[in-house]
Every structure is written in C-alpha cells, then in structure tokens.
C-alpha cells in the first residue's frame, strides 16, 4: 500500500482523466502513482518510499521535469532526481531549488 509511498491528503476525490478516488483509506500504489502522475490532482506529494516506485515506471526526462516543475518542496525534487539522473532534470532541479530560497 502508499502509507509509506506518498502523502496523500484525505477525502474524497472526482478527480478528472482519473476516477473517483477515497483517500480516506491506503490507497493502492498503482492509484497513488497515477494520482501522482495526473496533474489535476495537487494534493499529493512524494515519500522516499515512492522513488523505486517511480523507477519501475521507467519515466523520460521530459515527464520527470514536468513532475520537478509541479513539486512543493526541496526534498521532494531532490527524490525526483533520483528517478532520472539526466543532466537536463539535474539543471531544472537545481533552478527549481533556488525559487524555493
């Protein structure tokens, strides 16, 4: 289950390109890793536990830097990262940790 994988706020969501999701209770990995994927869904973020998760989905470059670009925090795009070590996701990480400063 996601307990330990991302942080997931609790309720109940419609959430579109998606479903209808109760976070209220552990939440699968494949629907956690699809909410984290869906941009329309801000209320998530991601757990040292999500990274191999990620891995396994084998994401490019580009999809990495769309996730770095959405994050709300300095140890979440340092996880994300790890993910895809690309020189280009190393260059918008670290710009997007200086916005944060």
């Not at 552990?26 to 699809?34: F, G, L, R, T, W």
């Not at 340092?78 to 690309?86: D, M, S």
């Amino acid at each position: 289950m996601s307990k330990n994988n991302f942080n997931i706020r609790p309720g109940v969501y419609v959430v579109p390109n998606f479903k209808r999701i109760d976070c209220t209770v552990k939440v699968s990995n494949a629907d956690a890793i699809a909410l984290y994927l869906n941009k329309d869904f801000p209320f998530i973020t991601l757990k040292e536990g999500g990274v191999h998760l990620l891995k396994k989905e084998r994401l490019n470059a580009k999809q990495v830097c769309q996730l770095i670009l959405r994050s709300k925090s300095v140890e979440e795009v340092e996880l994300l990262v790890e993910v895809n070590g690309a020189e280009i996701v190393k260059k918008i990480a670290i710009t997007k940790i200086e916005s944060f400063v």
